[in-house]
């Protein structure tokens, strides 16, 4: 059963969708959704072990080699991307039981099971893949399943915020589907391996660099790139908590990972550069984010929607990591996508907790957490310090990285614009804490989330700082994937 | 009314290009399904909009770079239809020359789309298990509104005799000719996609000339529901199968002594998953848009 890991990673889940629509109720959807998710953690953990120990991984759906069929190709970098995924999907699906409680209506529930089963699926679907359609088709599934969970938020607003996203994320799949159809006129294969191949002897042709500019928007839309990004903050700030919680700890993160697919390993690190000055607009583009959206968030009294806004700033830095273009800058970004899954985990299940007591997460409710929530706001403070990039935490690391690969290059101003990046983030946390443990709140008291909620966030927020102390895992995992990826292709 | 002008137009635009079997499916619902959907959540929603006065020059802008951008695309693109392009050299070369013998069935496109690159269509038919699921978690009315009665639901075209009459004889023939399609799409255009949308647009046509209520009464959306799901389960199950078997997911030779023959199993079988998913999943989408629209008509 050990060879067929790769194709179990994300049949698992999304086989056990309709099954769970069979069920039809919500609390055995949800014991049968947490088994599902628990299956494909342990999977990709297998997987990890396995790339490690044997290298690049490949298994030909149906029997058929590629290019002929579909392939399904593990290296060091889709493993770590599926870790990543599939943890934040187990513990996110831990907690989801409480968090939906009063946010969604019961006879939802079931369905909402299903929906986040597939959601799930799609990405590690995405991830797991080694041929372009079949990228489309997982990206679909997500999206779609990604579209109907984020419309379910109580505000009435959340149709709305979820019809943007539909909108601009049909529109980026579109150019991912345009740019994929160009390549396929051009070579006449699908697989990610036989492009590479295929592509460099193409590389003054127009169409190939079309075929590049549609599949780099499409991704940058769904990565919510500055200035792409508007679709993120409604969507983030409406959805049901549980959901924005998942989401930003993994559906950008595959986008992240499937733009570094398509630069480094489908059209090579080369490509790029010969064509138009990818990795400066990247640059550019990363660092205006990160202020703009820092500078934004400032201002925002919901706290989610805060909290949105620096996910726009945290994509910026990773996208500069990639601008950066030398190993140890793409070892940051591959390392921020860890880090900020965990970071970004924790703080948005720690606001789920809060609209569990409260009902929505504006900052008002925040006066006087400190006494009333103890353990959440503590969670909080953690997120937000990691947040921040304070040693001993994951952020830490991260910025560390991101600097070091700047010193390389010399690139001082670089430097210095990451550091005030990270000031303006203290800005904005400082102002949740200095609500949450300097002023009085009114009202009685109120008591901590339950426990179900808790536990799950907790082990978060310990992992932003165990990872922060001992990093020889993502450390590991990020330098050797980075150094596979700039070593021509996988 | 123009997204239906546009779905037909398609469709013949792929009769054209030899895509006959895209064309079925672009006629039944490009043309059929979805300006019928379009119809539905229209009268779901208010007759008018509040209008903004903005000239989006930006927007503009942006279309005419795409547009160029796509242009300047096909520059560099083989010519259409030119035996060297790369698109027909090199992957669907094999599939031309040795599908025949290895899957043995004279439909490549069927070969290509149940077999070699089966998975894609199973995630397909889980991009239509998702629509509906989505649909339905949309619709599903929450605590605060009541479930449409279906005893004041109205039929609504009871005094059209001739439709009625020339329905009631199309109807059986339109189920038949989806079961044709269906089982038939290894040798002609057709499979699981076409016949699903066939044997839906059948139903939903007899939902709308006898009422929602009749049309629920022989066929339950429960068993809808429960049929969506296992047509994917089908699909996916017959993965699971070629596991036991000790071969790749979705590698159907061991299926029969003859792998050939197990091949024509495993189409036949991922087939019927995909056509019963569609046809659910169809029925389904409209049930919860027309009851949704006659439980609002009521609430007014």
Redesign the interface.
Known sequence: ?LS?LP?LQV?VP??A???C??L?RARAAWLFACMASFISVVISGLLVFQVHQFGVLS??????DA????EYRIDLLSAYVLLIVSGIGALMILAADTAIRIEI????QP??Y??YL?CL?GLL?IVATG?I??VF??L??SS??T??LI??GRDRRALWAAYQYLIVGTIGATFIL?GIG?L???????NMQDLAN?LPALES???????F??LMVGVCLKLALFPLHLWLPNAYAYAPSIVTAFLAATATKVAVYLLIRFHFSVFGVGFAASVLPLHSIFLVLGLVGVFVASLVAIQQPNVKRLFAYSSVAQIGYMIIGIGIGTVTGLQATLLHLFNHALMKGALFLALAAIVFRFGSADIRHFAGLGQRMPWTMAIIVIGGLSLIGVPGTVGFISKWYLILAAFERDWWPLIIAVLLGSLLAVIYIWRLIEVAYFREGEGESRGEAPLSLLIPTAILALANIYFGIDTRLPVYLSDSAAQMLFGGGP | MLAGIYGLLSASFFVSMDAVDVAFTEAAVGAGVFPLLMLTALTVAGRYEQTVHRRPRAAFFLVLVTGA??I???????AFGSLD????????A??IELSPTEIGIPNMVTSVLA??????TL??V??V???V??V???L????QRQQPSPANAVETMRSHMILRVVSKMLIPLMLLFALYVQFHGEYGPGGGFQAGVIFAAAIILYAMLFGLVKAQAAIKPSIL??L???G??LY??V??VS?LTG???????RLATDPVVGRHIGIFSIELGVGITVAAAMILIFYAFAGYATGRAEAE
């Open positions: 059963m067929h194709i049949i999304l086989l969708a309709p099954a629509l069979l039809d298994y030909s759906l149906g029997g058929w290019p002929w069929g579909i209506p019961s006879e939802r369905l909402f299903v929906l597939l699926a679907g041929d359609f079949n088709v997982f679909e599934i779609l399943a579209y109907a419309a379910q345009i160009f396929y006129s051009l070579t006449g294969t699908l295929r042709s127009a169409t190939a660099f079309t075929a500019a549609f | 951008l796509m300047v695309g096909t520059l560099d693109m083989p392009a790369p698109a027909h050299t090199h992957v669907a094999r599939y077999d070699y690159r089966a998975f894609d995630g397909e889980v991009v298990f998702t629509a699921v989505g339905l978690i949309m599903t009315p929450g605590e529901r429960l969506a799901a296992f994917v389960l996916g199950g993965g699971v596991f071969v790749n997911y979705l590698d159907y030779s």
